[in-house]
């Protein structure tokens, strides 16, 4: 049952017994999105949590300039939103798809019955949010604390630790490749800059050796070099 493998691989479930799994996971149906495609807008009201089995979602939000701020990017055994879910409060950003993405969805009320039922998911749940916030804090003192190569190095590096498969070649063990693709503008709304800038520097640190290109996919090379510009 492809659902319940997505629950297995999702930290928010993990230690439930099998018979539990099942029970939730007849609780999800499939749904499909191609590229681009949105999820749902910042400002609408939560209605549903989504799993997501393939694919990738940006998470994203738009200022008084009409400027796009990509808060996260999520991949396969993530679950989002992170807020709204307990009292159907409006989304805090907009979801949209980067690919091809298959998640499934539970109704938020469903949602909601299980954290009061089942206290394990609940602390769970209370540890999931712990490491988003804190998360956001620490994207809110790069932007205010950094310069934009740091920056830009820094999303780089996190996208390949929660995105990344091995990806060694010539005589790179270490590489990571990104297995998602991000336009410059996106990469540019994590880093709070311009896409001019994020072309500039990505051309820079590919003849540096430091990142190359794969049909599409940003492959960091040399992850401890990249380090020293955060």
């Known amino acids: 049952m492809p659902s319940l493998e997505v629950l297995r691989r999702t930290g ?9 799994l099942a029970t939730i996971a007849a609780l999800l149906r499939r749904r499909h999105y ?20 393939s694919g990738s979602v940006k998470a994203s939000t738009m200022d008084a300039d009409g400027r796009e701020h ?20 409006p989304a805090p950003a907009t979801a949209q798809a980067l690919e091809e993405t298959t998640v499934w969805v539970m109704e938020r009320a469903a949602f909601y019955t299980l954290l009061t039922r089942e206290p ?32 830009l190095a820094r999303v780089l ?8 498969e091995p990806a060694p070649a010539g005589g790179r063990p270490e590489a990571v490749r990104i297995q998602v693709h991000l336009s410059h503008q996106d990469l540019a709304g994590m880093a709070a800059t311009t896409r001019e800038t994020v072309s500039r520097l990505l051309a820079r ?20 070099r990249l380090q020293e510009w955060e």
Do not use: S
């Open 120 to 151: 394990q998911m609940a602390v769970q749940m209370v540890a999931v949010l712990g490491r988003h916030i804190r998360r956001l804090h620490a994207q809110l003192r790069e932007m205010g604390m950094q310069a934009v190569q740091a920056r």
């Open 34 to 53: 191609r590229r681009g495609m949105f999820i749902f807008l910042e400002g609408e009201p939560v209605e549903a949590v989504y799993f997501i089995e």
């Open 205 to 224: 640190w590919r003849r540096a050796g430091l990142i190359r290109v794969e049909r599409g996919y940003i492959v960091v090379d040399d992850p401890a």
């Open 12 to 20: 928010l479930f993990e230690g439930l017994d099998e018979g539990l």
């Open 157 to 164: 590096l996190r996208l390949a630790r929660q995105l990344g």
């Open 70 to 89: 990509v808060l996260n990017v999520l991949g396969p055994g993530t679950f989002f939103p992170h807020v709204g879910f307990l009292d159907g409060g």
